[in-house]
């Protein structure tokens, strides 16, 4: 994303759900007009959607843009644990037959709180189709540099000793 290159197809999935919340954004950001967000930019619970709602989003055309967002927020298939009733093998097998052929109109994220279970077979799909964003929790000198960046961002400074203490208390 920082590098103005976008993919198809993301899952974005980790520990530090405030960084992949910003990723997100900026995401939309650089892909929806405000103007035209309620036509381009649709956000689907994974606990509510099955595989054919998640492939006619895709499959809709951009309104006046060159892209289109969707996105799906902790799909079953994604996490560890119960699959809420939803055929696991006939939803995995039409998305990753979906995912071969992707409109490039179409930019899709799968956004799991937490981590995804890595030993799914639909996070295997999206890693051979798309790109996985690991969000890990932030080590203290990440920590410290991006609350520098976000202060500045702002026109201000911080004290060394001030971010310790934001941190750490």
Partial sequence: ?????????????????????????????????????????????????????????????????????????????????????????????????YFKNLPASTCMVFMTHGNADKRKKLVGAIKKHGKIIDFDLLQEREIIKWVNNTVGKFGKSIHPSDIQYLVYF
């Fill in 1 to 97: 994303i920082k590098k103005n290159t976008i993919q198809s197809l993301y899952l974005f999935h980790g520990e530090e759900e405030y960084i992949k919340v910003q990723a997100l954004d900026k995401l939309e950001k650089m892909l929806i007009t405000p103007e035209l967000r309620d036509l381009n930019y649709q956000v689907f619970d994974g606990s509510e959607v099955r595989a054919d709602d998640i492939i006619n989003a895709g499959e809709t055309l951009p309104f006046m843009s060159e892209k289109r967002l969707v996105v799906i927020k902790d799909y079953p298939l994604l996490i560890s644990g119960n699959t809420r009733g939803v055929n696991e093998e006939s939803e995995f097998g039409r998305l990753a037959n």
